[in-house]
C-alpha cells in the first residue's frame, strides 16, 4: 500500500499541493514541505486515537459514512483555482479539532516556526489537507472491508510505513515522545530542538517541487 510520500508526490497529491498553495499564497515548495510534515503527524495521532475501542469505532463510523472516499473523485472542482470549497474547509477544521484536540495550536505555531509560515497559513493547509487524507483512508478501508480495529490499524500503520526509517522514528517520537500517552505532547521539541539541520520530516519533499 501507498505510504505518505507516494501519496504527496502522487498525482492527488500534486493536486492538494498545488490547491493548497493558490489558497494561501504560499509557494508550492513551502505547501508541500509543510504537508510532508503534518500528514505523518495527523495519521499518527489518528493511529493512537484508534488503538482505543471508543476511538476506532469513531474513525470507522467517520470513513464509512462522510469520508468513504468519495471526496477523491471531485478534488479538482473542490481544491481549483485557489477559492477551495468552503464545507471542506469546514469539514477539516473539525477533523483537526477531533485528532489534535487541544494540541493544535502546537502543531500549527511548531511548523510555523520550522517552515517560516504564518501559523494562520499552516492551519488553513492543515484545514484542506485534513479532509483529503481522511478520504484517501476511507478509500482503503473500503477496498479492504475494513471494520474493525486491528485491521483499521494495520491500515494506518501501513500507510505510515512508507516513510524512510529515520523519519518513522521520529514520527513515533512526535506522537508521544515521553512515553506518556499523551499525544503530540513533545512535537515543538522533537522538530524544533533534536531536529534543527535541514531533513527529517522538513526536507523530505525540498526537492521533489522547486523549479
Known amino acids: 500500500m501507498a505510504g505518505l510520500l507516494d501519496l504527496l508526490n502522487s498525482d492527488l497529491g ?3 499541493i498545488s490547491g493548497a498553495s493558490a489558497q494561501t499564497g504560499a509557494s508550492e515548495n513551502k505547501t508541500a514541505e509543510v504537508l510532508s510534515m503534518a500528514l505523518p503527524v495527523l495519521l499518527g ?8 475501542q471508543e476511538g476506532a469505532s469513531g474513525l470507522l463510523g467517520a470513513l464509512s459514512n462522510k469520508h468513504d472516499g468519495s471526496i477523491l473523485d471531485n478534488l479538482g472542482s473542490l481544491l481549483g ?3 477551495v470549497d468552503q464545507s471542506v474547509m469546514n469539514d477539516g477544521a473539525g477533523i483537526l479539532g477531533h485528532v489534535l484536540g487541544g494540541k493544535q495550536p502546537v502543531v500549527e505555531n511548531t511548523l510555523s516556526q520550522k ?6 497559513t499552516i492551519g488553513q493547509i492543515l484545514k484542506i489537507a485534513a479532509p483529503i487524507l481522511l478520504g484517501v483512508i476511507g478509500k482503503q478501508t473500503k477496498q479492504n472491508d475494513v471494520n474493525d480495529s486491528s485491521a483499521l490499524s494495520s491500515i494506518l500503520g501501513s500507510m505510515l510505513g512508507g516513510q524512510p526509517k529515520g523519519n518513522q522514528s521520529l514520527i513515533e517520537s512526535l506522537i508521544d515522545a515521553d512515553g506518556d500517552g499523551s499525544v503530540l505532547d513533545d512535537v515543538a521539541g522533537m522538530v524544533l530542538g533534536s531536529n534543527k539541520k535541514k531533513g527529517g520530516l522538513g526536507g523530505m519533499l525540498g526537492g521533489l517541487f522547486g523549479k
Not at 46 to 52: G, P
Not at 115 to 120: H, M, P, R, S
Open 14 to 16: 500534486k493536486q492538494l
Open 45 to 52: 495521532a489518528m493511529k493512537k486515537n484508534a488503538q482505543t
Open 81 to 83: 483555482g485557489g477559492n
Open 115 to 120: 517552515t517560516g509560515l504564518d501559523a494562520g
